[in-house]
């Protein structure tokens, strides 16, 4: 089972969760989004009141970096080109955004503007989803000249973490930086090896497991406050567009806002992960839901049933 959690930072309940599927360990971690403070994990191992091992993403995949500098080389090369994407793609949204907004504010017949506003939001559509296969191939180009799980420093890394796993009942899978998270994962292409274990994850940890990482926040301190699709996620999650902290970061009661988030990622659910919010996915889609919350195209936000 995959269960989908709100923030941890205020209101802790991993070891809720884990209660409830009957964990008692041990359980590996997974805190590679908090990037040099890694291995500072001692207020999660607390609160598991559990035996846990870290499995140390960022530190392994530092050593990989060090070992191989042919892949390293690779690899910044890759990120670089997938910046330049992002910064294209940033600029054709924020144009394709502003038309939807523009029809949306418009006084007239609704019957006459409903069908230029639904053509607007598909060629938004449309750009996010040229913008994934753009993404997608790039990583495909990357693993086809490097092929990374065939080199030694990432092999010998995977098996090291395969039998960490061993007898591990559950995999945590914290928040923090979400491209180096996704990228870390991806790298040592960790979610085969996690396979038949209960996965509880939080914040960017459960944005990584959609099918399509998207960023957004609707007051940034800098920035048109855009949502973006930053990444193709490892799809453990498909069909969802996971929002954490979404209380604080979307203007919720701006129905226009919440609208044009909802329809631009139809058919997935934009859902809400606050503070002491569980959704359940087992089975190969979501199951039990406690104060989760969807976007709909209305505008309105309406709660999940349990």
Same mark, same amino acid.
């Given at each position: 089972?995959?269960?989908?959690l709100?923030p941890?930072?205020?209101r802790?309940?991993?070891a809720?969760?884990?209660?409830s599927?009957?964990v008692?360990?041990p359980?590996?971690?997974?805190?590679?989004?908090?990037q040099?403070r890694?291995?500072?994990?001692?207020?999660?191992?607390?609160h598991?009141?559990?035996?846990a091992?870290?499995?140390r993403?960022?530190?392994?995949?530092?050593?990989i970096f060090?070992?191989?500098?042919?892949?390293?080389?690779?690899l910044?090369?890759k990120?670089?080109l997938?910046?330049?994407?992002?910064?294209?793609?940033?600029s054709r949204?924020?144009?394709?955004?502003?038309?939807?907004?523009?029809?949306?504010e418009?006084?007239g017949?609704?019957a006459?503007?409903a @069908?230029?506003?639904? %053509? +607007?939001v598909r060629t938004?559509? =449309?750009?996010?989803a040229?913008h994934v296969?753009? *993404?997608? $191939? #790039?990583h495909?180009?990357?693993?086809?000249r490097f092929? @990374?799980?065939?080199? %030694? +420093?990432?092999a010998?890394?995977r =098996?090291?973490?395969?039998?960490?796993?061993?007898? *591990?009942? $559950? #995999?945590?899978?914290?928040?923090?930086?979400?491209?180096v998270?996704v990228?870390?994962?991806?790298?040592?292409?960790v979610?085969?090896l996690?396979?038949?274990?209960?996965?509880?994850?939080?914040?960017?940890?459960?944005?990584?497991?959609?099918?399509?990482v998207?960023?957004?926040?609707?007051h940034p301190?800098?920035?048109?406050g855009?949502a973006?699709?930053?990444?193709?996620?490892?799809?453990?999650?498909?069909?969802?567009?996971?929002?954490?902290?979404a209380?604080r970061?979307?203007r919720?009661?701006?129905?226009?806002?919440?609208?044009?988030f909802s329809r631009?990622?139809?058919?997935?659910?934009?859902i809400?992960?606050?503070?002491g919010?569980?959704?359940?996915?087992?089975?190969?889609?979501?199951?039990?839901?406690?104060?989760v919350?969807r976007?709909?195209?209305?505008?309105?936000?309406?709660?999940?049933a349990?």
């Amino acid at each position: 089972m995959i269960i989908l959690l709100g923030p941890q930072r205020f209101r802790p309940t991993v070891a809720d969760a884990m209660r409830s599927v009957a964990v008692r360990g041990p359980v590996a971690m997974i805190t590679a989004g908090w990037q040099e403070r890694e291995s500072e994990d001692e207020e999660l191992r607390a609160h598991l009141g559990l035996e846990a091992l870290n499995l140390r993403l960022y530190e392994r995949c530092d050593s990989i970096f060090a070992e191989d500098p042919e892949l390293f080389s690779g690899l910044r090369a890759k990120q670089d080109l997938l910046r330049d994407l992002q910064e294209t793609y940033r600029s054709r949204l924020d144009h394709y955004l502003g038309a939807v907004r523009d029809l949306m504010e418009l006084d007239g017949d609704p019957a006459h503007l409903a @069908p230029e506003i639904e %053509d +607007a939001v598909r060629t938004v559509r =449309r750009l996010d989803a040229h913008h994934v296969a753009r *993404v997608e $191939a #790039v990583h495909a180009e990357f693993e086809r000249r490097f092929e @990374p799980l065939g080199r %030694d +420093a990432v092999a010998r890394q995977r =098996r090291e973490i395969a039998e960490s796993l061993e007898g *591990v009942d $559950a #995999v945590t899978l914290a928040g923090g930086h979400v491209a180096v998270l996704v990228n870390r994962l991806r790298l040592l292409d960790v979610a085969p090896l996690a396979q038949g274990r209960h996965v509880i994850a939080w914040s960017a940890g459960a944005m990584v497991l959609a099918d399509r990482v998207v960023v957004f926040h609707d007051h940034p301190p800098q920035g048109a406050g855009n949502a973006e699709v930053l990444d193709a996620g490892l799809g453990l999650c498909p069909g969802v567009v996971p929002l954490p902290h979404a209380r604080r970061r979307l203007r919720l009661d701006d129905r226009a806002g919440v609208a044009r988030f909802s329809r631009r990622f139809e058919p997935a659910a934009c859902i809400t992960l606050d503070d002491g919010s569980r959704l359940d996915w087992s089975g190969g889609g979501p199951g039990t839901a406690r104060g989760v919350s969807r976007l709909a195209g209305d505008g309105t936000v309406v709660a999940v049933a349990p």
